[in-house]
T-cell receptor, first 114, second 115 residues
């Protein structure tokens, strides 16, 4: 079984501030982890993925995430928020042997204040 | 071309109508997916096709009928829907259902409203 918990359904930051979106996972086997972003009335876009290579993963738009097995976490960060980062962010988990099934977290809405 | 396209962008239908949603990809992917997303919720998997064969049906009501005419196209036929079926319907594709297919590429979705 696999599951994802995103802490905080809504995160608000000021423009230029650090963005930290939290994701904890549960998986009985080594997981594959993903962060997707969804802008209003659009589909999901992959920001970055962890597939058992480097634990620090760099993605698009200046985002990165670190896989910490001891903490079962995969938090998403960006050093300096931009107004265009305002969107819904989903953490998702998959695993070998069940690769078709992405299990999503409930999502975190990021708002960026000027 | 790394794009998944979906048509129409918006669809309004009555409960007695029959309509279809279309999805297309030209990335050579052999796995395709339909998801349903309600407002402020994560996507929920509905169907998975692998090499044009239905691989997974997540207990979806029969008023939703998927079809995969070829490796690039995926349709979702709708009939006798209920207002609670109003949602954003997302199509996705991946290389396959094995370890090469970990990354799913999503289309922009069809916003469906059932009156």
């Amino acid at each position: 079984a696999q599951s994802v918990t995103q802490l905080g359904s809504h995160v608000s930051v000021s423009e230029g501030a650090l963005v930290l979106l939290r994701c904890n996972y549960s998986s009985s086997v080594p997981p594959y982890l993903f962060w997707y972003v969804q802008y209003p009335n659009q589909g999901l876009q992959l920001l970055l993925k962890y597939t058992s290579a480097a634990t620090l993963v760099k993605g698009i738009n200046g985002f990165e995430a670190e896989f910490k097995k001891s903490e079962t976490s995969f938090h998403l960060t960006k050093p300096s928020a931009h107004m265009s980062d305002a969107a819904e962010y989903f953490c998702a988990v998959s695993r070998s042997g069940s690769n078709y099934k992405l299990t999503f977290g409930k999502g975190t809405l990021l708002t960026v204040n000027p | 071309d790394t794009e998944v396209t979906q048509t129409p962008k918006h669809l309004v239908m009555g409960m007695t109508n029959k309509k279809s949603l279309k999805c297309e990809q030209h990335m050579g992917h052999r796995a395709m997916y339909w998801y349903k997303q309600k407002a402020k919720k994560p996507p929920e998997l509905m169907f998975v096709y692998s090499y044009e064969k239905l691989s997974i049906n997540e207990s979806v009501p029969s008023r939703f009928s998927p079809e995969c005419p070829n490796s690039s196209l995926l349709n979702l036929h709708l009939h006798a829907l209920q207002p609670e079926d109003s949602a954003l319907y997302l199509c996705a594709s991946s290389q396959d259902l094995g370890d090469r297919g970990l990354e799913q590429f999503f289309g922009p979705g069809t916003r469906l409203t059932v009156l």
